[in-house]
């Protein structure tokens, strides 16, 4: 493979071969990754496109400053390099599968008499791992019958020759209960435990027609030898083998070995499910959910989610049933659309799963949405509000005895906040500690600017406070004439009293309201926002007055230390060297030895 890299306005240099494009922005950030049969047609349609092109895929354009390009073998080449690009960086423009769980793994560890156990933690160096697993029941189904099948040891004992040798372990109750056959006491060899072991990895790679002619084969050597007692036991495990295989088989055994992925859309989104199948039998069965990033084709987003989820489950499959015929097929991916038989019921059955899955989203989404929506109408209701409260703005003030005034404005959008539409806000008018003439100060100040951008006033205005502070709001608002046009309220923390401009008296929410929690959750984020910014604030101005006492340190140097080191911990942990980097030598050899005599005090 070889790289090189263009400028944008040289798409049309790019060869006429199979690769991998990369697209980086201003800031040499990379954006997206991209695979083509062909580099130079497909790179220029991007550029070439006036029409039918989405606003996304036009804002992506926009951004890319250079293109980088892999050239490989072929367009399989291409895609799995793709993938793994992607996994590795997510850039912001490419399709990702909506999927933060951590499946499950069966670890077959490296040591003296290996474990079969399971993990969520890949270290190769552990072991052989199988799976992920899709369901946990599924996984712990296999290994409970590997264990009844063989007596594989469960205990964590350092099972060195050397170390059976010595006696130093006893037998457990595995060993009384017949689930294990003692091999740290030197009662079974390890070549007999890793035979048993090698059948167990047959099981858990599917292959269970071998592990079923292993036992057959037991079964039938004991008989010969006149083992009466042993060859039942063998055949007992048999029987217990093709019970299991009878459940697990969904189709007919004649199909030995392929993946099933099919497909379903909507505007926003594709739902996708996968199943591998070895014997006849359903190993792997997982949903997943695409998020459409650029406009892409349900080939592009079935061949996305093919490739990850193959290199996800390890899939060794020969063929691949799907249920769209792409218009492109892949040299080398074995695709089959089957129309007929038991191929084509494994596909009717995969896209069942994935209709539910994509029912059961639109289920959860809308039930999402009808409780947002029930919460906030409940306050509306709750409060005789005239609109419904889907803009909730909230104020908070912070200092401790009139030193470092602070305060904080939170956002809440359709009941949820809105982290970029916070504000901070120094005091700068009030001196000492009054927290009212703080309060009329920056509900002045947060809505003189929405009145001079003509930004929209919120559906209701939140005072974290009693009585005395929401008279200063309401005064704040009176003075700049937009008194009455947004409803404002109180909340006293004490009793949780909602008090409203001009009643003597409160009114009380029902303590279990939904309506009531969320004004807690936004009162108690308005809080929590304006202490934070507080501390900082303290910390700041501490550290600040002490450096200001150093010859030749002022304010606009002590500013510079904390925005370039961030913390006083790391200002007080600099080298000479990295201290001269932002204020010079002569402040930095000053400030070392300011910072010697504070040890020493």
Same mark, same amino acid.
């Given at each position: 493979?070889?790289?090189?890299?263009?400028?944008?306005?040289?798409?049309?240099?790019?060869?006429?071969?199979?690769?991998?494009?990369?697209?980086?922005?201003?800031?040499?950030?990379?954006?997206?990754?991209?695979?083509?049969?062909?580099?130079?047609?497909?790179?220029?349609?991007?550029?070439?496109?006036?029409?039918?092109?989405?606003?996304?895929?036009?804002?992506?354009?926009?951004?890319?400053?250079?293109?980088?390009?892999?050239?490989?073998?072929?367009?399989?080449?291409?895609?799995?390099?793709?993938?793994?690009?992607?996994?590795?960086?997510?850039?912001?423009?490419?399709?990702?599968?909506?999927?933060?769980?951590?499946?499950?793994?069966?670890?077959?560890?490296?040591?003296?008499?290996?474990?079969?156990?399971?993990?969520?933690?890949?270290?190769?160096?552990?072991?052989?791992?199988?799976?992920?697993?899709?369901?946990?029941?599924?996984?712990?189904?296999?290994?409970?019958?590997?264990?009844?099948?063989?007596?594989?040891?469960?205990?964590?004992?350092?099972?060195?020759?050397?170390?059976?040798?010595?006696?130093?372990?006893?037998?457990?109750?595995?060993?009384?209960?017949?689930?294990?056959?003692?091999?740290? %006491?030197?009662?079974?060899?390890?070549?007999?435990?890793?035979?048993?072991?090698?059948?167990?990895?047959?099981?858990?790679?599917?292959?269970?027609?071998?592990?079923?002619?292993?036992?057959?084969?037991?079964?039938?050597?004991?008989?010969?030898?006149?083992?009466?007692?042993?060859?039942?036991?063998?055949?007992?495990?048999?029987?217990?083998?093709?019970?299991?295989?009878?459940?697990?088989?969904?189709?007919?055994?004649?199909?030995?070995?392929?993946?099933?992925?099919?497909?379903?859309?909507?505007?926003?989104?594709?739902?996708?499910?996968?199943?591998?199948?070895?014997?006849?039998?359903?190993?792997?069965?997982?949903?997943?959910?695409?998020?459409?990033?650029?406009?892409?084709?349900?080939?592009?987003?079935?061949?996305?989610?093919?490739?990850?989820?193959?290199?996800?489950?390890?899939?060794?499959?020969?063929? %691949?049933?799907?249920?769209?015929?792409?218009?492109?097929?892949?040299?080398?991916?074995?695709?089959?659309?089957?129309?007929?038989?038991?191929?084509?019921?494994?596909?009717?059955?995969?896209?069942?799963?994935?209709?539910?899955?994509?029912?059961?989203?639109?289920?959860?989404?809308?039930?999402?949405?009808?409780?947002?929506?029930?919460?906030?109408?409940?306050?509306?209701?709750?409060?005789?509000?005239?609109?419904?409260?889907?803009?909730?703005?909230?104020?908070?003030?912070?200092?401790?005895?009139?030193?470092?005034?602070?305060?904080?404005? %939170?956002?809440?959008?359709?009941?949820?906040?809105?982290?970029?539409?916070?504000?901070?806000?120094?005091?700068?008018?009030?001196?000492?500690?009054?927290?009212?003439?703080?309060?009329?100060?920056?509900?002045?100040?947060?809505?003189?600017?929405?009145?001079?951008?003509?930004?929209?006033?919120?559906?209701?205005? %939140?005072?974290?406070?009693?009585?005395?502070?929401?008279?200063?709001?309401?005064?704040?608002?009176?003075?700049?004439?937009?008194?009455?046009?947004?409803?404002?309220?109180?909340?006293?923390?004490?009793?949780?009293?909602?008090?409203?401009?001009?009643?003597?008296?409160?009114?009380?929410?029902?303590?279990?309201?939904?309506?009531?929690?969320?004004?807690?959750?936004?009162?108690?984020?308005?809080?929590?926002?304006?202490?934070?910014?507080?501390?900082?604030?303290?910390?700041?101005?501490?550290?600040?007055?002490?450096?200001?006492?150093?010859?030749?340190?002022?304010?606009?140097?002590?500013?510079?230390?904390?925005?370039?080191?961030?913390?006083?911990?790391?200002?007080?942990?600099?080298?000479?060297?990295?201290?001269?980097?932002?204020?010079?030598?002569?402040?930095?050899?000053?400030?070392?030895?300011?910072?010697?005599?504070?040890?020493?005090?």
């Amino acid at each position: 493979m070889q790289s090189s890299s263009f400028s944008p306005e040289n798409h049309l240099l790019l060869p006429d071969h199979p690769g991998v494009y990369k697209y980086f922005n201003e800031e040499n950030e990379l954006i997206y990754v991209g695979k083509a049969k062909s580099l130079k047609k497909r790179v220029s349609s991007y550029f070439n496109k006036n029409t039918g092109v989405n606003l996304k895929t036009r804002r992506m354009v926009k951004e890319i400053r250079r293109i980088e390009i892999t050239l490989v073998d072929s367009e399989l080449d291409a895609l799995l390099l793709e993938n793994n690009l992607i996994k590795k960086v997510q850039p912001r423009y490419n399709i990702l599968l909506r999927d933060d769980k951590t499946y499950p793994y069966l670890l077959i560890t490296k040591e003296n008499f290996p474990r079969i156990f399971q993990t969520r933690k890949l270290i190769p160096k552990r072991g052989t791992y199988f799976g992920p697993f899709a369901s946990v029941k599924a996984m712990n189904n296999v290994l409970d019958l590997i264990r009844e099948l063989f007596t594989i040891r469960t205990c964590k004992l350092d099972l060195s020759p050397y170390k059976i040798a010595e006696g130093k372990y006893k037998v457990c109750l595995e060993y009384h209960i017949g689930n294990c056959q003692g091999p740290c %006491v030197g009662l079974q060899n390890e070549s007999a435990y890793l035979k048993d072991l090698e059948q167990a990895k047959h099981i858990l790679k599917g292959n269970l027609g071998i592990a079923k002619t292993y036992f057959k084969q037991e079964m039938q050597a004991h008989a010969e030898n006149l083992e009466f007692e042993k060859a039942q036991k063998m055949k007992e495990k048999l029987d217990l083998l093709e019970k299991y295989q009878s459940k697990s088989l969904i189709t007919s055994p004649s199909i030995q070995n392929l993946d099933v992925c099919t497909l379903v859309s909507d505007e926003k989104y594709a739902y996708v499910n996968y199943m591998r199948v070895k014997n006849g039998a359903m190993i792997t069965s997982k949903n997943v959910e695409l998020k459409k990033r650029l406009d892409e084709s349900d080939d592009e987003l079935l061949l996305t989610a093919l490739v990850r989820l193959q290199d996800q489950f390890q899939t060794d499959a020969e063929e %691949v049933l799907i249920n769209i015929e792409l218009e492109n097929p892949i040299e080398g991916l074995n695709l089959t659309v089957p129309k007929i038989g038991d191929k084509k019921k494994l596909i009717e059955l995969s896209l069942k799963n994935a209709l539910y899955y994509k029912k059961e989203k639109a289920l959860l989404q809308g039930l999402n949405k009808d409780k947002k929506d029930r919460v906030i109408r409940q306050l509306q209701q709750d409060l005789s509000l005239p609109e419904i409260p889907d803009h909730i703005e909230c104020f908070d003030n912070s200092n401790i005895q009139g030193t470092s005034p602070v305060a904080s404005m %939170v956002c809440f959008l359709g009941g949820k906040p809105a982290v970029k539409e916070y504000r901070h806000f120094h005091i700068k008018t009030v001196e000492g500690p009054n927290d009212f003439a703080s309060m009329k100060e920056i509900v002045t100040r947060r809505y003189k600017r929405s009145m001079e951008e003509e930004k929209p006033f919120p559906k209701l205005v %939140v005072i974290d406070g009693g009585k005395g502070q929401l008279s200063s709001a309401v005064e704040a608002l009176q003075e700049l004439g937009i008194y009455g046009k947004m409803p404002i309220i109180g909340i006293a923390k004490r009793l949780e009293e909602i008090y409203f401009p001009g009643d003597s008296y409160p009114i009380h929410i029902d303590k279990k309201s939904e309506s009531l929690k969320l004004l807690q959750r936004i009162r108690d984020e308005a809080h929590r926002f304006a202490i934070t910014f507080h501390r900082k604030v303290r910390s700041k101005n501490a550290f600040g007055t002490q450096l200001t006492g150093i010859p030749g340190i002022g304010e606009n140097t002590a500013d510079k230390l904390l925005k370039h080191f961030k913390s006083v911990k790391k200002i007080k942990t600099a080298s000479e060297a990295e201290l001269a980097e932002v204020v010079g030598n002569s402040r930095a050899k000053s400030l070392l030895e300011w910072m010697e005599k504070e040890k020493g005090a």
